[in-house]
C-alpha cells in the first residue's frame, strides 16, 4: 500500500513536497505511481504519474512547471516538489498506484487500483 505525508499550510508562492512511501511492492518491479488531488465539491483529479519501469514522469497542464516529481528506488517513496503553489492547488492530495500494464491509459483515478488516505494541502492568498 502507499502512506502520503507532507501536506500542511503554506502562503501562495511557496513550496511543499509531499512523500509517498510504498509497502508490498519494490521499485524493482514496474508499477505506475500517481499523486491525485480532491477540493470540496469538485471530482478527483490526476496532478502527477511516474513509472517505476524507467523513471517517464507525466503532469496535468495545470501543475507543468510547477510541480516535479521524482522517486528514490532506495527508499521505496515517490516525491511530488510543488512550488509557486497557488490558492487554486489547495485540495486533499491522494498517492495511489497500479501495474505498469496501465501506464498507457494515462494517470487517471480510474486507472489506479490502490489509495492512500490523502494528505490536506491548504494554500492562503
Known amino acids: 500500500h502507499v502512506v502520503e505525508s507532507g501536506g500542511g499550510l503554506v502562503q501562495a508562492g511557496g513550496s511543499l513536497r509531499l512523500s509517498c512511501a510504498a509497502s508490498?511492492?519494490?521499485?524493482?518491479?514496474?508499477?505506475?505511481i500517481g499523486w491525485f488531488r480532491q477540493a470540496p465539491g469538485q471530482a478527483r483529479e490526476g496532478v502527477s504519474c511516474?513509472?517505476?519501469?524507467?523513471?517517464?514522469?507525466s503532469y496535468s497542464d495545470s501543475v507543468k512547471g510547477r510541480f516535479t516529481l521524482s522517486m528514490d528506488s532506495a527508499k521505496n517513496t515517490v516525491y511530488l516538489q510543488m512550488n509557486n503553489l497557488k490558492p487554486e492547488d489547495a485540495a486533499v492530495y491522494y498517492c495511489?498506484?497500479?501495474?505498469?500494464?496501465?501506464?498507457?491509459?494515462?494517470?487517471?483515478?480510474?486507472?489506479?487500483?490502490?489509495w492512500g488516505k490523502g494528505t490536506p494541502v491548504t494554500v492562503s492568498s
Open positions: 495511489a498506484t497500479t501495474r505498469f500494464r496501465n501506464w498507457y491509459r494515462g494517470c487517471s483515478a480510474r486507472v489506479m487500483d490502490y
Open positions: 508490498g511492492f519494490t521499485f524493482d518491479e514496474s508499477w505506475v
Open positions: 511516474i513509472t517505476t519501469y524507467d523513471g517517464s514522469t
